[in-house]
């Protein structure tokens, strides 16, 4: 199955429509036994360039309450991909930011091609990361260079992104689709019972963490107001 961030002028700014159709979508293949795996990429120039930030030109969306909220949605979306039994491959071309990072990290195959980049953008903008990054990143760097990079909001290749373990593959844009087919052939092949067992054995979550950053977030939001 194959999913597709469509809003290219924005370079697929993350609205809260998207988020609630993510969600679904999720469920929707979840609940169809012929499908093992789901393929998610962003249309146009780019993956994601984190959330949509004209959603918050109404100040009173600012507040911890709302931030909150909105967050939670962010990281359902997230963690739904996490812990879906599907095989998920998410695949980067462009720029992929803020919490597109953490929704192309959400993957359990990274794909990307060697015009992809990847910015931890938070610290440069007084806000910290949001949708579950700081447990994906603690995850495949470790604590300490997930937060140095997040702290001065490292602009990764991908070639620099694959040395670090957050992406599995590089590859011209030209052999892009090509890699994408071989890798969902072999997650066919591995078959759905393998796929899950597989997510439930390296997949987890830190509910503290989780909370945690929620928190964080919704307070560099009110500062930033």
């Known amino acids: 199955m194959n999913v597709t961030l469509n809003r290219p002028q924005t370079l697929n700014a993350i609205t809260s429509s998207m988020k609630t159709r993510l969600l679904e979508i999720v469920a929707e293949a979840e609940s169809d036994p012929s499908l093992t795996v789901l393929v998610l990429r962003g249309a146009g120039r780019a993956f994601c360039s984190g959330a949509d930030l004209s959603e918050l030109d109404n100040t009173a969306q600012w507040d911890t309450v709302s931030s909150l909220r909105r967050l939670e949605t962010t ?52 806000l910290v990361p949001d949708a579950a990054l700081s447990d994906l990143l603690i995850s495949a760097v470790g604590a300490r260079k997930a937060l140095s990079l997040s702290l001065l909001s490292q602009n990764l290749t991908a070639d620099e992104a694959m040395t670090l373990g957050l992406v599995d593959k590089v590859c011209s844009r030209d052999e892009l689709d090509r890699t994408v087919n071989q890798t969902v052939d072999s997650l066919a092949e591995a078959g759905p019972e393998t796929v899950l067992l597989m997510k439930r054995l390296f997949v987890h979550e830190d509910p503290v963490r ?14 930033a107001e």
């Open 75 to 126: 990281q359902a979306v997230v963690q739904a991909v996490r812990r879906s039994r599907l095989g998920i491959v998410t695949v980067i071309h462009g720029v992929a930011a803020g919490g597109g990072v953490a929704l192309a990290l959400a993957g359990d195959v990274v794909l990307a091609s060697q015009d992809a980049s990847l910015r931890l953008v938070f610290g440069q903008r007084h």
């Open 210 to 223: 989780k909370a945690v950053e929620g928190m964080a977030q919704a307070l560099a939001f009110k500062h």
